[in-house]
């Protein structure tokens, strides 16, 4: 398995609308409690911004999760389109800020939602990506005259060896793709006539 994410934090501010400043900030997260600490610190750093409206996503499939904000704009005008344009992109493990220095004209419903839309997607557009593989560690253990076996499952799943230590067997730890994971415990129960149980770490 694996994700998209940028590569690195980035900042992109379009022009002024009716003379309110929009900033869109675009960070990898690992997870939602660094989304969080990001979006602390987005505050406290832009403290006299009007707004820091925001959207983020972490994970993938069933085990997704997101959460946006309006941060004090109308219902559905900052933290919606925000997230919309998130997830539209491709990107998991993102977060995407939208700061707002009101400039003394409302824009109404459909203006603001415009405006968080065309900050967002201008931020991401100017972003680099890159793919992250999502690996498991296992460990298991195995006689000597099962190492030929091993290192041919190791290499059919692409693992890669992290550490192998010797004593009445050998003693070995794998970092594995994690859609590989299940496949690779069962052929080597299975090859090894169910002598070596392979466990996450």
Do not use: W
């Not at 059919?156 to 010797?166: F, G, T």
């Amino acid at each position: 398995m694996q994700f998209v994410t940028i590569a690195e934090n980035v900042e992109y501010e379009i022009e002024k609308i009716k003379g309110s400043r929009f900033i869109g900030r675009l960070y990898g997260i690992k997870d939602r409690f660094e989304a969080e600490r990001d979006l602390e610190k987005i505050r406290k750093m832009y403290y006299d911004a009007t707004h820091n409206c925001f959207a983020y996503t972490e994970g993938l499939g069933a085990e997704i999760y997101t959460r946006s904000s309006d941060d004090g704009e109308p219902s559905g005008t900052a933290g919606r389109p925000i997230m919309t344009v998130l997830e539209s992109s491709g990107l998991s493990n993102a977060l995407l800020v939208v700061t707002r220095y009101y400039g003394g004209t409302n824009l109404g419903t459909g203006g603001l939602i415009k405006a968080y839309t065309e900050a967002a997607k201008a931020v991401i557009s100017c972003s680099k990506r890159k793919t992250v593989e999502i690996r498991e560690e296992l460990k298991f253990a195995h006689n000597y005259d099962q190492t030929s076996m091993v290192m041919n499952l190791i290499g059919k799943y692409e693992a890669s060896v992290l550490s192998v230590s010797y004593s009445d067997k050998t003693q070995v730890k794998v970092s594995v793709n994690r859609g590989f994971l299940q496949y690779f415990i069962a052929e080597l129960f299975d090859r090894s006539s169910g002598t070596v149980r392979a466990e996450k770490c």
